[in-house]
Structure formats: C-alpha cells, structure tokens
C-alpha cells in the first residue's frame, strides 16, 4: 500500500466522516484515527482489493465504537440542542438556512440510516459495497436507505418532529426517490 494511494482517499474520507459526525473538529478526529488505525493495520489490507471499502470500513467501525463508548458514559458537560436555541440565533441567508436544515436533518436520523444514506447519496457507493463496508446484508442496506430518505424528506419538510435514533422509524408509504445501483 503506498502513501499515495492513502492520501488519494482523504477527501472522501473527510466528506464522510464531517457528514457523519456533524461536526468538523470530531470529523478532523475521525480521519485522522481512520488514518492512524490504516497505518498500523495495513498488514489486514489485501492487496487488490478495493483500498477505499477498507479505508470506509475501518471508519465506520472506529465511529461505531465511539458511538457505543460515549453511550455508556456520561456526558461532561450539558449539550444544548439546536432546536431548543434557535430563537436566539441570527439566521443566515436562505441558501445557508437550507444547508443548515439538512445538516440538522442528517445528525436526527439513526446512525445506521444516516451511514448508509450517506455512503450511497454522498460517496456514490453501490449498494454491494455498503453492505460489505457496514457488514449487513443487502436488504438491509436498501431498507435503511428507504427510511432514511423518507425520514429526511419528512424532517425537511417540518412536517414531524425528529425520531428517537433506532432503526425502527416508520417508513413512508410512498417514495420519490428511486435509486438502483
């Protein structure tokens, strides 16, 4: 594996791990554990095999631990919830009011959901490699796509308030959205 191959993947990792976390500094945090843990483990890696599933996979399963981690402890200091702040901020103009929603959108959806969303829309994986990269089957991946989309679609239009995160939310009856890789 050569240092270049590593760092052709960065910036997809960064997109990813910035999406998926919802904060630039965690996401920062994340590829650089993903980078570290990369480094050390190369000797995993196949040769021939797809580097960035790897590199993806090594990253989801770091963020996964660290959701599970900090769910077992407490929290060190009181977060304060946007939704709950939001008359006392300043709005922005209207192409970064939407940004924002769809950040907010994204960051209420279940982990698993929001992963597997994030993989296909944003990454322009196929289906197959989603479903290696998380370690579910393909149904799965498909059916948290189909949540997810209709969860977001909800959540931007306002029409509901956020969803607990499990994998569990409703579905919508019917979709708009269709994509088959």
Avoid at 124 to 148: F, N
């Amino acid at each position: 594996m050569s240092r270049d191959a590593i760092v052709d993947h960065i910036p997809s990792l960064r997109r990813y791990a910035r999406a998926l976390t919802g904060d630039a500094w965690s996401a920062d945090d994340l590829v650089q554990d993903t980078l570290e843990r990369a480094c050390s483990k190369w000797r995993l890696w196949l040769a021939g095999s797809d580097l960035r599933a790897w590199l993806f996979t090594v990253m989801h399963n770091l963020f996964a631990n660290q959701v599970r981690h900090a769910a077992r402890r407490p929290a060190a200091a009181a977060m304060v919830d946007l939704d709950d702040a939001a008359s006392e901020l300043i709005a922005p103009d209207a192409a970064a009011d939407v940004t924002l929603d769809l950040q907010r959108c994204l960051l209420h959806l279940p982990d698993e959901q929001r992963a597997v969303l994030l993989l296909v829309t944003l990454e322009d994986m196929s289906y197959q490699e989603v479903a290696r990269i998380l370690r579910v089957p393909l149904g799965t991946v498909m059916s948290r796509l189909s949540r997810a989309r209709g969860r977001l679609r909800e959540l931007m239009e306002g029409g509901a308030k956020p969803a607990p995160q499990t994998d569990t939310a409703a579905a919508p009856t019917a979709s708009h959205l269709r994509r088959l890789k």
